[in-house]
């Protein structure tokens, strides 16, 4: 079936440091792909929808300077929290669909910490 | 997007059927019930999805009423591997469309 693989798993690194998050699907080509945050013992939270070739279309309150979207093919976009601080730890999750209507799947996310 | 309504939580007990209600009275004729599930510290895990048939698959069966204002989710040997959260969430089908999460219902397997 249809996978989305993210890398790394886990981050733990200084404030200020940026940090980038890619996200590979990797049997079938996505032209869009998702990116989630979760707090703990919270719900995914949509961050951004990240389209090949294009900008990426963020959500209301999500910094676009901060979070910054790359989709350079059709089966990679990356996330990268540049400058990141404490209040950036969280559980970042992509997604993506294959063409004809199959469920979205999700990548196994990655956990950010920063010090 | 239809709302989704589930419980907070439930238990479970280990061998039994797990029977997990979603209500979603406003979902429109269009938009398919999916489930997915999010084991601690890892991805969403697509279960299953329909639109108003019943549905089965190796993981589990989506039981939608006539009305489709609400559905169950029904695992049938529940395992404590089964142990998570568990999101009910209504979306028309199609490509290039995110999810919208709600709190979903923590289910708890006991041995």
């Known amino acids: 079936g249809a996978v989305v693989s993210q890398h790394p798993s886990r981050v733990i690194c200084k404030s200020g440091t940026s940090v980038k998050i890619e996200c590979r699907s990797l049997d079938f080509q996505a032209t869009t792909m998702f990116w989630y945050r979760q707090f703990p013992k919270q719900s995914l939270m949509l961050m951004a929808t990240s389209n090949e070739g294009s900008k990426a279309t963020y959500e209301q309150g999500v910094e676009k300077d901060k979070f910054l979207i790359n989709h350079a093919s059709l089966t990679l976009s990356t996330l990268t929290v540049t400058s990141a601080h404490p209040e950036d730890s969280s559980f970042y999750i992509c997604?993506?669909?294959?063409?004809?209507?199959?469920?979205?799947?999700f990548g196994d996310g990655t956990r950010l910490s920063i010090l | 997007d239809a709302k989704t309504t589930q419980p907070p939580s439930m238990d479970c007990a280990e061998g039994r059927a797990a029977n997990l209600p979603c209500n979603h009275s406003?979902?429109?004729?269009?938009?398919?019930v999916y489930w997915y599930r999010q084991i601690h510290s890892q991805g969403p895990q697509y279960i299953i999805h329909g639109l108003k048939n019943n549905e089965t698959n190796e993981m589990a069966s989506l039981i939608i009423t006539e009305d489709r204002k609400s559905s169950t989710l029904i695992l049938p040997h529940a395992t404590l591997r089964d142990t998570a959260v568990y999101y009910c969430?209504?979306?028309?089908?199609?490509?290039?469309?995110?999810?919208?999460f709600g709190p979903g219902t923590r289910l708890s397997v006991l041995p």
């Open positions: 969430i209504v979306r028309v089908r199609g490509y290039g469309q995110n999810f919208v």
């Open positions: 406003t979902i429109s004729g269009n938009e398919y």
């Open positions: 997604s993506a669909t294959p063409w004809g209507g199959q469920p979205q799947h």
